[in-house]
């Protein structure tokens, strides 16, 4: 939940040891003055492998986390709405003319304004309504904290409004709001993630039909665990590097007359290869036609119930973006190193790159000690003590 404007604070007393939910109930009360009609809860994400590959209608396997932002939320006459946010002393209020066009509201609330817009643009009859914001998803660590924003919310006007829209149609609208009200260019993988997941499974999405699979993903039954690193490094020209690889990648796909790389078969990427001028265009290519591929081969080894040897296609997958799209930075790589050498069966950095998280696929009871080995790893190299979380696929929005 990025506050453009640079605010972080929080509006009402935190209590720290109160969970996510029951801090939004405690913000609604303490901005609106009575309890709110619900609460209404969206995971962040962390995408197991296939990075990149969304906008390139390839293949993603992405798993909610146990980390979530919840809505409380309440009705009010008109179409006017009002939020806040435990993240902004700044509560941010809006009517009909505000949300009529994209950049009227900005800030971290243009997220919440965009979700508004998406819904009005498609025909909907919103509600107006008051909402309050707490989350435990850390912001800017490419967990997807903005797409659940988006979702908690979707899925609370949803329901105060009786709006008939199905679990298909959903992420196509957050995804809107973030596109065209926010301005972000992001893939469909965040929004049918948060949206879309289901506890104990990753979700093989194909981005080009949104064709879902629910795939097991049982970490606890295997003795394992994914161990989710924040490396708490800062972001570096994250949004221009973005859009480059993006421009490059449709660049390199009109080059080779093709829809999107997702069109390159994997046996014939050398053809391919050989067919463009640029070493730099051939490594973006090479990334996101090797990735899909080991998106599938991912996808193989799980429906056997062989979650271990999904390792090496992680650690696989990490190489390719350091090397060939060029999107890690060094505390992300030396969060890889380290997991690896502390015995991790695979990792990788998860999200878009210039920062953010690593996952690192461990046993279970070595989870402890491959997060200190990381630690320490830091400590050497003068870096942010890192954070750590274990992930276990949880669900998609729902109402609590």
């Not at 997220?111 to 309050?132: F, I, K, Q, S």
């Not at 006007?157 to 260019?185: C, F, H, I, K, W």
């Not at 080995?373 to 003590?385: F, H, N, Q």
Request: hydrophobic fraction near 45%; glycine fraction near 10%; charged fraction near 25%.
């Amino acid at each position: 939940m990025t506050d453009r404007a640079g605010e972080v604070a929080d509006p009402a007393p935190a209590d720290p040891g109160r969970d996510v939910a029951g801090r939004a109930a405690a913000g609604f009360l303490h901005r609106y003055g009575e309890p709110p009609a619900g609460r209404w809860a969206a995971p962040g994400r962390a995408n197991l492998i296939g990075e990149h590959t969304d906008y390139n209608d390839g293949f993603v396997l992405p798993f909610a986390l146990p980390l979530r932002t919840v809505v409380a939320a309440a009705p009010r006459d008109g179409a006017r709405w009002s939020v806040c946010s435990e993240f902004s002393e700044h509560p941010a209020e809006f009517g009909a003319d505000e949300v009529a066009a994209p950049g009227r509201v900005t800030g971290w609330a243009a997220y919440v304004a965009g979700v508004v817009w998406a819904l009005r643009e498609a025909g909907h009859d919103v509600p107006g309504a008051r909402l309050a914001v707490a989350s435990d998803v850390p912001v800017g660590s490419g967990l997807s904290s903005s797409a659940a924003l988006e979702a908690a919310v979707l899925a609370a006007l949803v329901d105060l409004g009786g709006l008939e829209l199905t679990a298909e149609q959903l992420p196509r609208l957050a995804q809107r709001a973030e596109n065209a009200y926010v301005g972000a260019p992001t893939g469909i993988m965040d929004q049918s993630a948060v949206i879309r997941c289901r506890a104990g499974h990753a979700l093989f999405l194909d981005c080009r039909t949104e064709a879902v699979e629910h795939i097991p993903f049982d970490l606890a039954a295997a003795g394992l665990a994914v161990l989710v690193v924040d490396t708490r490094a800062p972001h570096r020209h994250a949004d221009g590097e973005y859009a480059s690889r993006r421009a490059a990648c449709e660049s390199a796909a009109e080059l080779l007359g093709v829809p999107a790389l997702r069109d390159v078969p994997a046996a014939d990427l050398g053809a391919a290869l050989a067919r463009l001028d640029d070493d730099e265009t051939r490594r973006r290519v090479r990334h996101v036609v090797t990735e899909d591929q080991r998106v599938l081969d991912t996808v193989e080894l799980l429906r056997a119930g062989r979650i271990r040897d999904v390792g090496p296609l992680l650690t696989a997958s990490h190489a390719s973006m350091r090397d060939d799209f060029e999107i890690t930075v060094p505390e992300v790589d030396t969060a890889v190193e380290a997991a690896l050498a502390a015995g991790a069966y695979g990792a990788r950095m998860t999200g878009g790159g210039f920062g953010g998280c690593v996952l690192a696929l461990v046993d279970a009871a070595r989870a402890d000690a491959t997060a200190d080995a990381v630690a320490s790893a830091y400590a050497e190299r003068g870096y942010r003590t890192p954070r750590f979380h274990r992930a276990t696929p949880a669900p998609g929005a729902h109402r609590l």
